[in-house]
Antibody, heavy 121, light 107 residues
Framework: EVQLVESGGGLVKPGGSLRLSCAAS????????MNWVRQAPGKGLEWVGR??????????DYAAPVKGRFTISRDDSKNTLYVQMNSLKTGDTAVYYC????????????WGQGTLVTVSS | SYVLTQPPSLSVAPGKTARITCGGN??????VHWYQQKPGQAPVLVVY???DRPSGIPERFSGSNSGNTATLTISRVEAGDEADYYC??????????FGTGTKVTVL
């Protein structure tokens, strides 16, 4: 079983930046496709983006609302996933979850507990 | 973009069956996953690839998918099943899409 722990959330002003981290336990991190999913207060789930495993190319894909502003990366030596969030907007306010998946059509198998990002002046 | 539509809410008595629908254009041709989210907690996968259950998920949870509707069925509903439920698919144009969510209330 994989355990995921997010960190780095907090209050940031519009236009500001923030980097979230997700620490994973277990030896399977390097083989996992990793995703960020967010949930605005009182709203539903929204996929943010993904990074494939290095063996599958290590490429990234993003949802339209964050493309060009968010950058997902991974450090397999530290079993850690990151998302660098720039040019933040009030609409980015949400709990951010990291999740694992096995392939493109696959489910999000494991989830972290989430970290809250609040974008407000 | 691809849209998944769920009823906003559903009420069911303990011991009865809850059926949560997820509507999408030709969703029967896609692989549907379902998540349960209790207040203040992260989502948990309860059904994947239309009808398979992860380890540890009770057999009371089952899924089906055909045509334009996928369905999550919870048999013999218990108080602990009260939660929000989301369907999810991958679409070649939109990438990952979540349904609008259904709040299940156990009476």
């Amino acid at each position: 079983e994989v355990q995921l722990v997010e960190s780095g959330g907090g209050l940031v002003k519009p236009g500001g930046s923030l980097r979230l981290s997700c620490a994973a336990s277990g030896s399977t991190f390097s083989n996992a496709w990793m995703n960020w999913v967010r949930q605005a207060p009182g709203k539903g789930l929204e996929w943010v983006g993904r990074i494939k495993s290095k063996t599958d190319g290590g490429t990234t894909d993003y949802a339209a609302p964050v493309k060009g502003r968010f950058t997902i990366s991974r450090d397999d030596s530290k079993n850690t996933l990151y998302v660098q969030m720039n040019s933040l907007k009030t609409g980015d306010t949400a709990v951010y979850y990291c999740t694992t998946s096995k392939w493109l059509r696959g489910s999000f198998d494991y989830w972290g507990q989430g970290t809250l990002v609040t974008v407000s002046s | 973009s691809y849209v998944l539509t769920q009823p906003p809410s559903l009420s069911v008595a303990p011991g009865k069956t809850a059926r949560i629908t997820c509507g999408g254009n030709n969703i029967g041709g896609k692989s549907v996953h379902w998540y349960q989210q209790k207040p203040g907690q992260a989502p948990v996968l309860v059904v994947y690839e239309d009808s398979d259950r992860p380890s540890g998920i009770p057999e009371r949870f089952s899924g089906s998918n055909s045509g334009n509707t996928a369905t999550l069925t919870i048999s013999r509903v218990e108080a602990g099943d009260e939660a929000d439920y989301y369907c999810q698919v991958w679409d070649i144009i939109t990438d990952h899409v979540f349904g609008t969510g259904t709040k299940v209330t156990v009476l």
